[in-house]
């Protein structure tokens, strides 16, 4: 896990702002932008500064307190409290996939109502002050998931065969250790021999740029692949257990996460090689019945026709850019949570670790 490097954070009081890491640009710079405005969080969630399901709802969350802090103090409760759903409203617009960017706004709006309706004397001072009580309570229930995911899931990982990775699943993507990476960081801290490889995911590479350098900085012994490498190395019987992270699961248990994803739990299936999924319980959606329901993220085309400024396609050429896919539930060997593990991946037994207390 990457030490002393806070993927976000709020910085100051109420007035504060929030601190990304502007993922961009790594692994050549390790730089941060400050958000002060909603505007500016919209802008960085939109173009990826900051990504991830969990990390993109936890930065959602401080997002309501930047649109908080641009209410004057005089204002009235109720306009105050219009002015904070019309900004969550704008900023659970800026992408479509990840469920928790609307678990973490819908749970704002709805704190700024109940503090007023429990306080109805209340001053915007003191709604700005519960709302970044809240936020904060969000980053540190995904920092808490997080390490729990990686209690659960560690005794899946194999003693012997490598790990195959996909996308950014790590202390990147939430405020804590991360989803599919924490069993991996856990593992290594007690000392288990692992072997990663990390699929460099295309188009945007957050394999190759994130998931690397996250598990270099943790000193994981991690090799880097294409993508089209993995079935290879099934093949050759290198691989020991698939983990991924995800954007959203319905009730079914199909699960969206990083385009590419489907296609490698295909390819695990046709190998015998345990395919598991680690995500908190802000990740499932039971509204939504199956994974045809989940709404996927259209990119633009020139993520594909090229990386980085460098054109690798004739400017004009058509291209598909779905950023997510589905994976059936029945490709599915576990589901990893903070609640415990989803095994096997239906309706019922979702419900059942999910509604445990
Ligand atoms: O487009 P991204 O980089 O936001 O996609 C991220 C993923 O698909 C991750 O696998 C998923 O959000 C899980 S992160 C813990």
Avoid at 89 to 99: F, G, I, K, M, N
Avoid at 171 to 185: C, D, E, I
Wanted: with cysteine.
């Amino acid at each position: 896990m990457i030490k002393n490097i806070k993927t976000l954070q709020w910085l100051g009081d109420t007035d504060g702002c929030l601190r990304l890491i502007d993922q961009r640009k790594l692994p050549t710079e390790c730089v941060c932008i400050d958000c002060q405005m909603t505007e500016d969080l919209f802008s960085a969630i939109k173009t990826l500064a900051v990504r991830g399901a969990p990390a993109i709802g936890v930065a959602a969350a401080y997002g309501i307190c930047l649109a908080a802090k641009q209410i004057q103090n005089n204002t009235a409760l109720s306009n105050a409290v219009e002015l904070i759903n019309k900004q969550a409203d704008y900023l659970a617009s800026s992408r479509p996939t990840a469920v928790n960017l609307f678990w973490a706004t819908d749970r704002m709006k709805s704190c700024a109502v109940k503090f007023v309706a429990g306080n109805p004397k209340t001053t915007v001072k003191h709604l700005k002050n519960a709302l970044l009580a809240e936020a904060q309570k969000i980053e540190a229930e995904d920092i808490e998931m997080c390490r729990q995911i990686g209690t659960n899931g560690e005794p899946l990982i194999p003693g012997s065969g490598a790990i195959l990775t996909h996308c950014n699943a790590g202390a990147l993507a939430t405020a804590g250790m991360g989803t599919a990476l924490a069993p991996l960081f856990e593992a290594h801290r007690i000392g288990k021999r692992l072997e990663v490889y990390v699929d460099e995911t295309r188009p945007l590479l957050q394999g190759a740029r994130l998931t690397a350098w996250e598990l270099m900085q943790a000193g994981i012994d991690a090799t880097l692949i294409c993508d089209n490498m993995a079935g290879e190395l099934m093949r050759q019987g290198k691989i020991g257990a698939v983990i991924v992270g995800a954007d959203r699961i319905a009730a079914n248990g199909d699960t969206a996460n990083k385009i590419g994803t489907y296609s490698l739990s295909v390819l695990a299936k046709a190998h015998s090689v345990p395919f598991y999924i680690a995500a908190p319980s802000s990740t499932f959606d039971l509204k939504i019945s199956a994974g045809s329901e989940i709404p996927i993220e259209q990119r633009n085309g020139d993520e594909v026709r090229g990386f980085g400024g460098m054109q690798a396609a004739p400017a004009e050429i058509a291209v598909y850019n779905p950023a997510f896919d589905i994976t059936p539930a029945q490709n599915i060997s576990a589901i990893i949570t903070e609640k415990g593990i989803i095994k096997p991946v239906g309706r019922q037994t979702i419900t059942a670790i999910l509604t445990q207390t």
